[in-house]
């Protein structure tokens, strides 16, 4: 699975930090189980595209911020990402057994690994942002912003309907309100971050929320286009899944010219959420349009 071709280059350097970050943070202790130990790495650390760390450090640029400083925060957002898909992947949910190029964490260790696993990830992604993030009450406010994003309004919450409303009739206001939480709110999250740790004024942060929340409906409609009619091999994980499982998809209920239409329009909603930056807006924009143009 290739993902070193996805970003702008000033971007995509910043990809081996934050997998050295990551890295360091999963150098546990002796009392954790080697297999777990084992089985976190191999999720964590396997080739995702890191979009939503680099997301959270670009806000933290064009915010004027420290990238050093905002790290444990990317990382923080990438483990939350990390245990909702080793979750995801169950046989009590989308039965996966490939991702990023490799079998998914069940199938490679076994079920009750993969389950706790995840359940390590969403603890150490909290000690992370409040131990690592300065100064505290910057921490406290990360804190705060993570737990809601992937609380049961958000992420768990968008992620229960998704799995109740498999063959439901087709209904663009229901795919809306789930994909808002299950992928927007983790998204709209990391920019928030980004900008809060580099201290944004009030008007820079709600620009860069609003930005989120249009960016994570794009990713989403591009992501059903993309299992529609991706290559396992580009996505490093099985394409038409939402097919057999019956999931609620864009395409499904837009048809695919004008999921692309509606995707292309909500890239650029985000984009225009952006105006307080005038033109140091560019690296976000940049991500936008790699949003609407990504294969994998
Ligand atoms: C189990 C609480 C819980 C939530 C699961 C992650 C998720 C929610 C569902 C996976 C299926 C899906 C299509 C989710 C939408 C978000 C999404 C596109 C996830 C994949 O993110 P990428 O493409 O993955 O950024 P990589 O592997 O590159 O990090």
Known sequence: MATSTLFPAEIEAWRTQIDDALTEYTRFDD??????AD???YCLLAPGKRFRPLLLLTAT????????????????????????????????????????????????????????????????????LARDIRPDD???????????????????????DDLGFQFSPANLESL???????T????????????????????KLKSVIQYGKHLGLAFQIVDDLLDLRG?????GKRA????????????????????????????QAAIDALQPFGDSARPLELLARFVIDRTQ
């Open 31 to 36: 009392d954790c189980p080697r297999h777990l």
């Open 231 to 235: 290559s396992q091999d580009k996505m």
């Open 176 to 182: 809306e309100r789930i994909h808002r939480r299950k």
């Open 61 to 128: 640029e064009m915010c004027g911020g420290s990238i050093e400083g905002a790290m444990p925060a990317a990382c923080a957002v990438e483990m939350i990402h990390n245990y909702s898909l080793i979750h995801d992947d169950l046989p009590a949910m989308d039965n996966d057994d490939f991702r990023r190029g490799r079998s998914t964490c069940h199938i490679q260790f076994d079920e009750s690994t993969a389950i706790l696993a995840g359940d390590a990830l969403i603890p150490m992604a909290f000690e992370v």
């Open 184 to 203: 927007g709110a983790l998204i709209a999250v990391s920019l928030e971050m980004g900008a809060m740790i580099a201290g944004a004024s009030p008007e």
């Open 39 to 41: 089985a976190i790495r």
């Open 138 to 160: 910057i921490a406290a406010r990360c804190v705060l912003a993570l737990a809601t994003a992937s609380g049961p309004s958000q992420l768990v919450g968008g992620q229960a």
């Open 240 to 267: 038409g899944k939402d097919a057999e499982l019956g999931k609620l998809t864009y395409p499904a209920v837009l048809g695919v010219e004008e999921s692309e239409l509606r995707a292309r329009e909500v890239a």
